[in-house]
C-alpha cells in the first residue's frame, strides 16, 4: 500500500473524542517529543491514552511501525518499558511518502484530503478504539494546508479538542508563541496548555553570552503566564528540560516534567480524575434554561426552543451537537 487509510471504524455510541490537540508553532519544534512523553506520563498511570497522528508524511507505509521518521515509533518506543496497557500506544489513519505538507504528499499520490472527511475519520477511530483519550498530533504549524482551501487549523475546529500548544524555548519563543495564540483566539479554540521545550545549547558561548541566553530562556515563560493571564486564560506554560539521550531514563525524565500538566488537564478531560459520571448527571443545559429563563420576545407558555452552543469564532456560532450557525443579527445583545 502506497498511500492512503491506514486504519478505519465503525461508528458506536461513545460519544464525543475525548482528548487533546498537539500543535506547533512551527515544524521540529519537539512537538512528537512531548506527545510521547504526555503519552508516557499518563499511561505510566494507568491512564489508557493513545497518541494518534491523523497524517504522515515522509514515511512509507509499509516502514511505519519501523521508520525513525514515524511519529508512531517515537510514540512506541517512549512507552516501551512501561507493563503492557490496551489499546496500542499508537496509531496512524493516513501515511504518505513525500516529506511536505498533507496537501502536497497527498496531491503527489493523486488523492486529496479534506477537514471534514479527516475529523470523519478521528471520529470514526474514537468509536473503534479502546482508548480512553487521544493525543491527536497535527502535521507541522496551524497553517500548514490540508488542500488547497482548508489548513490545520480549520482541522483543530472541526474536532474542538483542548489544544496543547507546543513551542522552542529560544530567542524568538515569544512572538511566535504569541501569533500562535492569536490564530487559536481567533478560531474559538482555547489552549489546555503552552509546552516550551528547552533548545540544544550551543557551543563557544562566552560567559556573558551564556548569561544573557540564559535571562532569555528564564523570561519567555514568564511573560506568556502574564499575558495568558491578562487575556483570562489559565493555561498552564511548561518547560520540558532537554535530555541527553532519548532512552527510558530520557523519557521518564520527560514524563516527569510532563506530569505536572495532568491536574490542569482533568479540567478539560473530567475522565482524568474520575469526575465523568458526576459530569454526566447535570441537567442538560435547554432543558435549565427552559425551567428558569425567559427569553425575550418569546412565550412564556410555549417558548421557542433553545441550543447549547459549545463555542464561538467570527460570526459563527457553534452548537454542542457540532452543527455551526452564521449569526446574522450581529447586533444588539446577540453578537
Known amino acids: 500500500m502506497s498511500a492512503g487509510k491506514m486504519t478505519a471504524g465503525r461508528p458506536g455510541d461513545r460519544g464525543p473524542v475525548q482528548g487533546f490537540f498537539v500543535t506547533g508553532t512551527g515544524t521540529d519544534v519537539g512537538k512528537t517529543a512531548f506527545t510521547a512523553a504526555l503519552l508516557r506520563a499518563l499511561r505510566g498511570r494507568g491512564v489508557a491514552a493513545q ?22 515509533v517515537a510514540y512506541a518506543r517512549a512507552v516501551a518499558d512501561l507493563p503492557p496497557l490496551s489499546p496500542e500506544p499508537a496509531a496512524t489513519l493516513h501515511c504518505f511518502c513525500l516529506p511536505a505538507s498533507p496537501h502536497l504528499a497527498a496531491g503527489e499520490e493523486g488523492q486529496r484530503l479534506t477537514v471534514s472527511g479527516l475529523a ?19 502535521a507541522g504549524g496551524m497553517a500548514v494546508p490540508i488542500n488547497e482551501e482548508e489548513d490545520t487549523l480549520d482541522f483543530m475546529a472541526a474536532l474542538d479538542l483542548p489544544v496543547l500548544l ?11 508563541v504569541l501569533l500562535s495564540l492569536q490564530a487559536l483566539r481567533l478560531k474559538g479554540l482555547r489552549p ?30 514568564e511573560f506568556l503566564r502574564r499575558r495568558l493571564a491578562a487575556w483570562g486564560e489559565d493555561a498552564p506554560v511548561v518547560v520540558l528540560p532537554r535530555v541527553a539521550r532519548l532512552d527510558a531514563a530520557g ?8 506530569a505536572v500538566l495532568l ?4 479540567r478539560h478531560v473530567p475522565s482524568l480524575t474520575g469526575q ?16 428558569i429563563l425567559w427569553h425575550p420576545y418569546t412565550s412564556v407558555v410555549d417558548p421557542l426552543p433553545v441550543f447549547a452552543a459549545a463555542r464561538s469564532h467570527h460570526n459563527r456560532i457553534v452548537l454542542d451537537d457540532g452543527r455551526e450557525l452564521v449569526d446574522g443579527m450581529s447586533s444588539w445583545w446577540t453578537a
Open 120 to 138: 470523519e475519520d478521528v471520529r470514526a477511530h474514537w468509536q473503534e478504539t479502546e482508548a480512553s483519550l487521544l493525543l491527536v498530533e497535527g
Open 51 to 72: 497518541a494518534l497522528k491523523p497524517v504522515q508524511t515522509g514515511v512509507r507505509p509499509e516502514q511505519l511501525a519501523t521508520s525513525a521518521l514515524a511519529d508512531g
Open 166 to 176: 507546543v513551542g522552542s524555548n529560544c530567542l524568538g519563543a515569544l512572538n511566535h
Open 276 to 291: 465523568a459520571a458526576a459530569v454526566g448527571n447535570e441537567e442538560p443545559l435547554p432543558l435549565r434554561d427552559r425551567r
Open 251 to 258: 523519557w521518564q525524565e520527560l514524563a516527569d516534567a510532563c
Open 263 to 266: 491536574p490542569a488537564l482533568a
Open 192 to 221: 489546555a496548555a503552552v509546552i516550551l521545550m528547552a533548545p540544544e545549547e550551543p557551543e563557544g558561548l562566552s560567559a556573558g553570552e551564556r548569561h544573557d541566553r540564559e535571562r532569555v530562556l528564564a523570561d519567555n515563560p
